[in-house]
């Protein structure tokens, strides 16, 4: 604390004492300028509160700037909320003050800076780079110098140079990554700021990092830049902790248990304790037993920390130039940083200043599915489980350790977890069968959506009963785990097991906040409450509780869009009829007067390579057995004319085996080989479906984007049907309802561009390469005889469309593949 007259000139120090005078001594936030020498030159009122606290108008602020809060009660201290207020604005380069109601006294959160003046990208420089008899041509003798790389390339810069919101649609063959990766790389090395790249595949990070990232370093490295360190930040639960591996060593024994002994011996020789080092593919229930989890790892406390392979890997990244990363870890990140954490703090990620974002088209699913709370009854077994297991006549966990180590009593314990895991387990019998019939519910639904005979004040009256009584006996371990924590001296122990309790303690707290959210849902329309049925790995039926936000727009808004300078998003997929509003709306962009949108046409000779095929005598794929016959001699059909080298595009299981187990030994005849999504890995599944080209794959979902089989492996795509979601999931039918509250219409608004959207993703599986050539074949006639059909054909590259008779497509489809198309 200091005196205010040192900062604070006389004639500023009034105006702020009789402003705060005026608002009846309450709390008054004014933002101010400083002089050269640190002193105030001008001071503005700009919010007022009550007596403990006043809201921060972040959008009047800006660099340099300071802004000075008073404390009613002249004790100058900053409260939690004042830190955490000044942590943020702190990356923003605003400076955070309290005084006391008289102006007498200051104490300073944090000093104010003005950034220094960044260097601006040379864009000519980079962009001779890929010209012709440019740097990548010199490295890349078959490179081909494209325009629309070039294009992207200047909107990347621009979105550094000027602190934009870039959204760039690059068509397949674009060459994006190395239109952004190069101003990215050129960007850390002059001004020293961290930029992450987040992908929704495995995929395209293995391209960025195997392929593009060391064409960039030589790229640099040839013009006299320096070396550019890139790294793969990973979830933690890739990572062994050896913290953990002990404990179950100890607890379990080696004896019998082989896997663990391997994981163990693996352990005392690995470098980097990633899971996709270990020689053997681990059985995932072991894993989970031993990988790095946040609830079990006591950080700064832990014994093992100096070697612990997860801060290796967080202090790699830490001096990286450029982390990539996927979609759900960024998430993960910013919605702590959103909680108060701040730009400049390492949360998940070490802090960054600039953000691309590829596969953009999967923003608004992978934020969702984050910003989305839920338990279910294996959560609370794992929690229980911390804290007291017992194994072979011993007992482990934290509530036996502390027993021992610091003498604590705990009594009572064992009947209150033995209570909680009663009470989940009457909750998840007890709702079980309101789920006999569909797979999931949402609350808060019309009565007419639940199924069979059940009533929604029957489901209510059992759901509220029940999570009560669970939630009771939560609070009640809550109660005794808080009262013994408070009696253990925190700050001077070095014990973890004490920093093990406090974690228990609040996520138990947390499963107690969402079943009273879940038993108060009515009062949040913001957010979906729903309820679905799941199998455990042992075949078990559970419910799992889920709280969604109807809209992510506004929480990416206030965690991403307002954060950082400058974001690049793109994707081969982000407009439906050429306009991107539909996206901008779901993510949070519609209005936001920093965003640039850029489209950018695949290279691709899309009318001459690749015929776009509707068989215009397909039934109604809502016929049922009618359409899934006539579907299965005809996917036979063409995989006969083709000998393979297909794809076939499923959006249900239940088709896609029906499909696959007409056509496999008919194909097992032929010679040509089978492979069904689902019966291997996803990543052992494709590559085999690349090594062996004459192989046909069935897939449905996931399959649909991020798969790459150039060549050979794949001529002939066939897409199922459109890709609709299914009306009854709870996250759709609510945002269908909150689009239609509105006045608004949710097939067009919502369902439809999803479909496109998708229905462009599993076309683009297609064409990978120039020379790619083929046949994508849509079986679903309502692209040709419903009027919104055009916005699916409309959406697509500009394949040559043909809609005949089964018999007339067969010719054509033969054509294609076996004439010479340049003929
Ligand atoms: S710091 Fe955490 S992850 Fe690392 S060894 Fe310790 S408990 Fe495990």
């Given at each position: 604390m200091v005196s205010a007259d040192s900062r604070i000139p006389q004639h500023i120090a009034h105006l702020m004492r009789e402003t705060v005078s005026q608002a009846r001594n309450r709390e008054v936030l004014f933002v101010c300028t400083q002089d050269e020498e640190g002193m105030l030159a001008s001071a503005r009122a700009v919010a007022r509160g009550n007596d403990g606290m006043v809201p921060a108008p972040e959008p009047h602020m800006r660099e340099g700037q300071v802004i000075v809060h008073n404390h009613p009660s002249g004790t100058l201290n900053p409260s939690d909320a004042d830190v955490s207020v000044a942590a943020r604005l702190a990356s923003q380069g605003i400076g955070s003050w309290i005084v006391d109601n008289s102006v007498r006294n200051l104490y300073i959160i944090t000093e104010a800076y003005e950034a220094p003046k960044k260097t601006e990208l040379d864009l000519q420089r980079l962009a001779d780079m890929l010209l012709p008899g440019g740097g990548l041509s010199r490295l890349q003798p078959d490179f081909e110098p494209r325009d629309p790389q070039l294009e992207m390339l200047e909107e990347v810069v621009k979105a550094f140079n000027e602190n934009l919101i870039v959204v760039s649609e690059a068509g397949t063959g674009v060459g994006k990554s190395l239109a952004y990766l190069i101003p990215a790389a050129a960007w850390v090395l002059q001004n020293r700021e961290r930029v992450v790249i987040s992908t929704a595949t495995i995929n395209l990070q293995q391209q960025i990092l195997e392929k593009d990232i060391p064409t960039v370093r030589r790229l640099f490295k040839d013009s006299g830049g320096d070396e550019i360190k890139v790294v793969l930040a990973k979830g933690r639960n890739q990572y062994l902790c050896q913290s953990r591996l002990q404990e179950l060593i100890e607890e379990e024994g080696l004896f019998g248990e082989e896997q663990l002994d391997e994981i163990r011996r693996w352990a005392e020789v690995t470098e980097t304790g990633d899971r996709s080092d270990l020689p053997f593919n681990p059985d995932p229930s072991l894993w989970a037993r031993v990988n790095s989890d946040a609830d079990a790892c006591s950080e700064?406390?832990?014994?093992?920390r100096g070697s612990c392979f997860l801060q290796k890997a967080r202090k790699a990244a830490a001096s990286a130039h450029i982390v990539v990363t996927n979609h759900h870890l960024l998430f993960a990140d910013l919605a702590i940083r959103k909680e108060g954490f701040g730009q400049d703090a390492t949360v998940i990620l070490p802090a960054f200043q600039r953000l691309i974002i590829d596969e953009a088209h999967n923003v608004e699913g992978a934020a969702t599915s984050y910003f989305s709370e839920e338990f279910n009854r294996f959560t609370l077994h794992k929690y229980a489980n911390m804290l007291l297991r017992q194994r072979r006549s011993r007992a482990g966990g934290i509530i036996p350790s502390l027993r021992k180590s610091a003498g604590v009593r705990f009594e009572g314990a064992e009947a209150l977890l033995q209570s909680m895991r009663s009470r989940v387990q009457e909750l998840d019998d007890a709702l079980l069968p309101f789920l006999d019939q569909q797979n999931s519910l949402r609350l808060a639904a019309d009565p007419n959506e639940l199924p069979g005979n059940h009533e929604k004040s029957e489901l209510e009256t059992v759901l509220f009963e029940q999570l009560g009584r669970f939630q009771q006996s939560v609070l009640d371990t809550v109660e005794l785990l808080a009262d013994e924590f408070k009696s253990?001296?925190?700050?001077?122990?070095?014990?973890?097991r004490i920093a093990e309790l406090r974690i228990m303690i609040r996520r138990l707290e947390g499963v107690a906040k969402i079943c009273g959210d879940f038993r108060e849902y009515a009062t949040r329309p913001d957010l979906v409450y729903w309820l679905d049925r799941r199998r455990s790995s042992a075949g078990d039926r559970f419910v799992h509780f889920t709280a969604t936000p109807i809209e992510v727009g506004p929480i990416l808004q206030e965690a991403m869009f307002d954060q950082y300078e400058s974001i690049v998003l793109t994707s081969a997929?982000?407009?439906v009829n050429k306009s991107i509003q539909y996206w901008q709306r779901r993510v949070g962009?519609?209005?936001?007067?920093r965003l640039v949108f850029k489209s950018m046409e695949s290279p691709f000779d899309y009318s001459r390579r690749v015929l776009l095929g509707v068989p215009n005598d397909a039934p109604s794929p809502s016929s049922g057995e009618q359409y899934s016959s006539w579907l299965q001699g005809f996917v036979m059909r063409m995989l006969d004319i083709s000998e393979g080298h297909a794809l076939i595009l499923f959006t249900s299981y239940s088709m896609l085996t029906q499909v696959y187990e007409y056509c496999k030994p008919l194909l097992v005849q032929r010679g040509i080989t089978c492979f069904r999504q689902g019966d291997d890995d996803r990543n052992r599944l494709m590559s085999s479906f690349q090594k062996e080209v004459s192989s046909v794959l069935f897939a449905t979902h996931s399959f649909w984007e991020g798969i790459d089989a150039p060549g050979d492996a794949l001529k002939l795509l066939i897409i199922?049907?459109?890709?609709?979601?299914?009306?009854?999931e709870p996250v759709l039918l609510a945002r269908t309802d909150a689009i239609q509250s509105r006045g608004g219409n949710p097939f067009f608004e919502l369902s439809l561009p999803e479909a496109v959207m998708k229905l462009k993703q599993g076309f683009g599986?297609?064409?990978?390469?120039?020379s790619d050539r083929g046949v994508v074949l849509i079986t679903d006639n309502r692209v040709i005889t419903k009027r919104y059909g055009r916005n699916f054909i409309d959406s697509l590259p500009p394949a040559r469309l043909v809609v005949e008779s089964s018999d007339r497509l067969a010719g054509e489809v033969e054509r294609v593949l076996y004439e010479d198309m340049d003929s």
């Open positions: 700064l406390r832990c014994s093992r253990l001296d925190d700050s001077d122990s070095d014990e973890p997929t982000l407009s962009l519609l209005n936001n007067d199922s049907r459109l890709p609709f979601r299914v009306p009854t599986r297609l064409m990978r390469r120039k």
